[in-house]
T-cell receptor
């Protein structure tokens, strides 16, 4: 039973560039949430996707956008990268909107130089 | 606006003894609380949870206590084992924003022989 997978593992980008991160949810899960974890901090909620629509959003600018595909996988896009976007980006999946228990992937480490 | 706080960044405990991790929250709308454990280079792993209608939940060596009047919860690990060395995150969710987990900054636990 495959858990949550994310790609790539690491990524280095230059300030001003755009990046796309990918996530495949755990088998049987249809809801995907994205979190940003800066060094020394807990994960911060970015947004959640269910039925290919953004259902909830945290306090992140419009430079952060996402997409969910019919197979429930998801992408996180960040435009006009800033140095402060350097962080670990975590994807989590759950079974439906009302399932509190989320399963996390290993994350993508993004470094912006 | 940090609504979930873990004020102890680190905790060192001897193998076999009890580990007690604390978490405070400010949002009275939170009604579900979770603890996650994170090893380096891995995503957070769900450990145990508690609904606001309960004051205690137990799962093997792990027990979570909730004091709603004090807006405080704690995780007890008994007995502590070397494999418990990890970062522990407290998270909370409100029923009007299911799936939006708000995390504390984490507590690094080191279990020494």
């Amino acid at each position: 039973d495959a858990g949550v997978t994310q790609s790539p593992t690491h990524l280095i980008k230059t300030r001003g560039q755009q990046v796309t991160l990918r996530c495949s949810p755990k088998s049987g899960h249809d809801t995907v949430s994205w979190y940003q974890q800066a060094l020394g901090q807990g994960p911060q909620f970015i947004f959640q996707y269910y039925e290919e629509e953004e259902r909830q959003r945290g306090n992140f600018p419009d430079r952060f956008s996402g997409h969910q595909f019919p197979n429930y996988s998801s992408e996180l896009n960040v435009n006009a990268l800033l140095l402060g976007d350097s962080a670990l980006y975590l994807c989590a999946s759950s079974a439906g909107l009302v399932d509190y228990e989320q399963y996390f992937g290993p994350g993508t480490r993004l470094t912006v130089t | 606006d940090q609504q979930v706080k873990q004020n102890s960044p680190s905790l060192s405990v001897q193998e076999g003894r009890i580990s007690i991790l604390n978490c405070d929250y400010t949002n009275s709308m939170f009604d579900y609380f979770l603890w996650y454990k994170k090893y380096p280079a891995e995503g957070p792993t769900f450990l145990i949870s508690i609904s606001s209608i309960k004051d205690k939940n137990e799962d093997g060596r792990f027990t979570v206590f909730l004091n709603k009047s004090a807006k405080h919860l704690s995780l007890h690990i008994v007995p502590s084992q070397p494999g418990d060395s990890a970062v522990y995150f407290c998270a909370a969710s409100a029923s009007d924003s299911w799936g939006k987990l708000q995390f504390g900054a984490g507590t690094q636990v080191v279990v020494t022989p």
